[in-house]
């Protein structure tokens, strides 16, 4: 543990502006003194007493409830004193002050109160929870992930991971794991045995379950993953397609104006809607064309920065239209440079839209079918959104299921590379069992990381930094 993780900590634990109530919090070791300094009397542990809290000339700056856990028995393991109070932001700066001034205090002995009391890091107390085997970091993570949940079921997702749902999953297939691992380091300690030994023992056939039961983690971190991150969709075509009909029938609300008037967007309209569930953020953007107005030129490029950086693009086309020769060209064009923009595995749905105007069919191009409908009518809205979340990977969400990180998925992907090379080194005739065993060991730092039973300082502080200041 670094020396800061020894300082006793306070802050406010409640979300900025004003509430009904408000928490300040306070963690760290040995901080009954503080109790009683601040609240005048000793707490029953685990019992809210209703009482005033005071400040130094003894005058009361609220009424309140106080809270105090002994060590162990509290959310970050050590001892936590919450103050339970009106949710006014001055009030509750007072009560922080309060806490930080009584802890330089004269105490009854020869010292402060609660020496080295400061101001709690983002993300500090849950910190404190991982640090002292509490939580592991996976679940703290998903203390993250529940509070910025966009969706219920990312929020219900959230919890079974702070539950420990994904946790126990990374445990079993690490007992898996150093179960086979300690065959291949007996092996090595008897070298007469050699293959001989892996065999009787089915060491082949454990790899092979392991693996199997990888993919399957591995399936649901992948929908956990798209779940919590969702997808970018961006909304592309000429002028006058109804890109920003489109944004609004898939929104349900009149986010982008719309007018007959070619190039009315200039740029992005952005929008966060669900399917399912899953978040997808969909984006509106300028017509694309060849353009003299400067304003117009600066949102085509702006459009064309958001389709390069896009999971999936909608390419919008105008049914009513398709039979004009400089409206197919313009297409054409666009469809060659979205397939030189864009890297092969983001996937372009043709959308072709005004179908409750147009007379003319819907084109059969090559390659995967496109969608048809109406952006006004909302006719063949349902088979787009069904359509969007086959390319992002959906399935239907199986029950239990986890949330997961990004970062979540790349540890087990790395898992699944290093069992291939070690199914490789035990398949063949001439096995180098120092190598396999090597395989198997930088497998297990990999699932370690997730758990955060292998972690280096440098990446818990970015997970926790981008935690709320109090939690």
């Not at 000339?57 to 309140?64: F, K, L, V």
């Not at 060209?329 to 043709?350: E, G, S």
Request: aromatic content about 4%; some cysteine.
């Amino acid at each position: 543990m670094l020396p800061r993780h020894n300082d006793p900590i306070a802050a406010i634990a409640t979300a900025p502006g004003r509430g009904a109530v408000g928490i300040v919090r306070v963690s760290g070791k040995g901080v009954a003194p503080l109790v009683r300094a601040l609240c005048g009397r000793e707490l029953r542990p685990r019992e809210a007493t209703y009482l005033p809290f005071r400040d130094a000339q003894g005058g009361p700056i609220d009424h309140g409830l106080a809270l105090f856990f002994p060590a162990p028995h509290s959310y970050t393991g050590e001892d936590v004193l919450e103050l339970q109070a009106h949710g006014g932001p001055v009030v509750l700066q007072l009560l922080l002050a309060r806490c930080l001034e009584a802890a330089q205090a004269p105490g009854e002995g020869r010292g402060a109160v609660l020496p080295g009391l400061r101001l709690a890091q983002p993300g500090e107390f849950t910190e404190r929870a991982f640090l002292n085997d509490k939580i592991d970091l996976a679940q703290a993570e998903a203390i993250a992930d529940l509070i910025d949940a966009s969706t219920e079921a990312a929020a219900r997702s959230a919890s079974r991971s702070l539950s420990g749902a994904f946790s126990e999953e990374i445990h079993g297939l690490r007992d898996a794991l150093v179960h086979l691992r300690m065959l291949v380091e007996a092996t090595l300690d008897f070298p007469e045995e050699e293959i001989d030994f892996l065999q009787k023992a089915d060491a082949s056939g454990q790899l092979e379950r392991l693996r199997a039961r990888l993919d399957q983690v591995l399936s649901r971190a992948h929908q956990g993953a798209l779940l919590r991150e969702g997808i970018k969709v961006v909304i592309a075509g000429q002028p006058n397609a109804g890109k920003s009909s489109l944004l609004n029938a898939l929104a349900g609300a009149e986010l982008a104006i719309v007018t007959p008037i070619a190039g009315t967007t200039r740029d992005k309209v952005q929008q966060t809607i669900q399917i399912e569930g899953v978040p997808l953020h969909v984006i509106d953007t300028a017509g694309l064309r060849e353009s003299s107005d400067e304003v117009e030129r600066i949102g085509i490029a702006r459009a064309w920065d958001e389709i390069a950086a896009a999971d999936a693009v909608l390419f919008l086309h105008d049914l009513t239209r398709v039979d004009e020769d400089s409206y197919r060209q313009a297409d054409a064009t666009i469809a060659r440079t979205l397939a030189q923009k864009l890297p092969r595995q983001v996937p372009v749905i043709d959308v072709w839209n005004k179908t409750d105007r147009a007379e003319a069919p819907v084109p059969q191009a090559g390659g995967e079918p496109g969608v048809a409908l109406s952006a006004r009518t909302g006719q063949g809205l349902d088979a787009l959104r069904r359509r969007l979340l086959d390319v992002a990977g959906w399935q239907s969400a199986p029950e239990g299921l986890y949330l997961a990180r990004a970062r979540h998925v790349e540890a087990l992907q790395a898992v699944a590379a290093h069992l291939d090379e070690a199914g490789l080194q035990l398949a063949a005739q001439a096995a180098h069992l120092d190598l396999l065993a090597e395989e198997l060991r930088l497998a297990q730092l990999s699932l370690n990381a997730i758990t955060g039973e292998f972690s280096s300082d440098d990446l818990l502080g970015v997970i926790f930094s981008s935690f709320c200041i109090g939690k």
